[in-house]
C-alpha cells in the first residue's frame, strides 16, 4: 500500500531543511492519525540504500540504528557516522572522517549509564533522520511502551520527540546490521546554487 500525502504549510520555508522537517511532520501526524503498523523510515531523495537495508530494517521490533556515508561534492569530503555495536547492541557511537583520517567515539559505561543522553553526550540529541528507524506503534500505543499516555499532537514537534525516544532507552535499539560493520546507507550533499554564481562580466566602454 502506498499513500501520497500533500500538506499546507503554516509559514514561509527558508530552507529545504525547513520545509523537509515540516513535511515527516505531517506524515508522523497521519500516521498517528491512522493509526499505521509497521516500521518507519525517512527515506531522502539524496541518499542511495544497499537493497538489503530494507531486508535489515523489517526486522525492527522497537528501534535500529546504523552507520551513514555522508559524501560531500562540494567540500569532497567523505565522513561516517553511526552506532558502535557488539553483535546487534549499541555499545555507543563514533563519527569517522575519511579525509584526515581522525575518528571520534564514544562508549557507554554498562555500569552506571542506561540512558544514551549521558554516555553520548553532545551525540545524542544530534542523531540524523537518515540513521534511524522505528516501530510506528510508539506515536499512538504509548502503553505497549511503558510511556505516558500523552503524546504529541500534530502542533507539536513530533520528529524531535521520536529522535528522543529512539534514544531513551539502549536497551530497545538495535543495530543494523548485525555487529554495525557496513554501510547500506549513503547521503550525497551538493553544493548550493550560489556556490556556482559567477561574478557579473565587467562592462568595457570604449572612448
Excluded at 529545504?16 to 493509526?35: D, M
Excluded at 555507543?92 to 554516555?119: K, Q
Excluded at 534514544?167 to 548550493?192: A, F, H, N
Amino acid at each position: 500500500m502506498y499513500r501520497h500525502l500533500a500538506f499546507r504549510p503554516e509559514e514561509n520555508f527558508t530552507t529545504a531543511a525547513a520545509e523537509a522537517h515540516a513535511q515527516r511532520n505531517a506524515a508522523l501526524a497521519h500516521v498517528e492519525k491512522h493509526r499505521l503498523s509497521g516500521v518507519v523510515h525517512f527515506a531522502d531523495a539524496a541518499g542511495v540504500y544497499d537493497a538489503r537495508f530494507f531486508d535489515e530494517i523489517r526486522q525492527i521490533e522497537a528501534f535500529g540504528t546504523w552507520p551513514v556515508a555522508t559524501m560531500s561534492a562540494g567540500e569532497k569530503k567523505v565522513v561516517v557516522e553511526g552506532p558502535l555495536c557488539s553483535a546487534s547492541k549499541v555499545v555507543g557511537w563514533f563519527s569517522r572522517n575519511f579525509n584526515d583520517g581522525t575518528t571520534r567515539s564514544v562508549t557507554y559505561n554498562a555500569e552506571v549509564d542506561l540512558n544514551p543522553a549521558g554516555a553520548a553526550g553532545t551525540r545524542a540529541h544530534t542523531i540524523d533522520v537518515s540513521g534511524f528507524a522505528f516501530n510506528s506503534s510508539i506515536l499512538w500505543d504509548p502503553e505497549r511502551w511503558g510511556r505516558p499516555t500523552s503524546l504529541p499532537d500534530t502542533s507539536q514537534d513530533s520528529i524531535k520527540f521520536v529522535q528522543e525516544v529512539v534514544l531513551e532507552d539502549r536497551t530497545k535499539l538495535k543495530g543494523i546490521p548485525s555487529d554495525c560493520s557496513q554501510i547500506m546507507v549513503w547521503q550525497y550533499t551538493m553544493p548550493s546554487p550560489a556556490s556556482h554564481k559567477t561574478s557579473a562580466p565587467k562592462t568595457h566602454h570604449r572612448r
